[in-house]
């Protein structure tokens, strides 16, 4: 099985930064891809970045703004988030995708971490 935590969310001004960190634990032989969701109250959860060793996609409206990266040794992926607006108001999900060590697939989600973003 595996793990994700997902941290880094707080309350922050609009136009301010935020950092997320993503980590997978458990029995991982290798994983394809992570990515960030997040999810407003009443709304679909959305993709808002991914990586992978294709490299990566973001959601049209942050681009620009945010930029996600990973850590291979520590099997853990960032999401610098600036110039933060208060759409971006959200639970934030970390995905992970992949196989476990006896080859079987996965794809784990976090619990979320709340980002709000005040006018």
Same mark, same amino acid.
């Given at each position: 099985?595996?793990?994700?935590?997902?941290?880094?969310?707080?309350?922050?001004q609009a136009g301010g930064s935020l950092r997320l960190s993503c980590?997978?634990?458990?029995?991982?032989f290798r994983i394809?891809?992570?990515?960030?969701?997040r999810q407003a109250p009443g709304k679909q959860r959305e993709l808002v970045a991914a990586i992978s060793s294709?490299? *990566?996609?973001? /959601?049209d409206y942050v681009k620009g703004r945010f930029t996600i =990266? *990973?850590?291979? /040794?520590?099997?853990t992926v960032y999401l610098q988030m600036? =110039?933060?607006?208060?759409e971006d108001t959200a639970v934030?999900?970390?995905?992970?995708?992949?196989?476990?060590?006896?080859?079987?697939d996965f794809n784990s989600w976090g619990q979320g971490t709340?980002?709000?973003?005040?006018?």
């Open positions: 099985q595996v793990q994700v935590v997902e941290s880094g969310g707080g309350l922050v980590a997978a634990s458990g029995s991982i394809n891809v992570m990515g960030w969701y294709d490299g *990566r996609n973001y /959601a =990266s *990973r850590d291979n /040794a520590k099997n600036n =110039s933060l607006k208060p934030y999900y970390c995905n992970v995708r992949g196989s476990t060590v006896r080859t079987t709340q980002v709000t973003v005040s006018s």
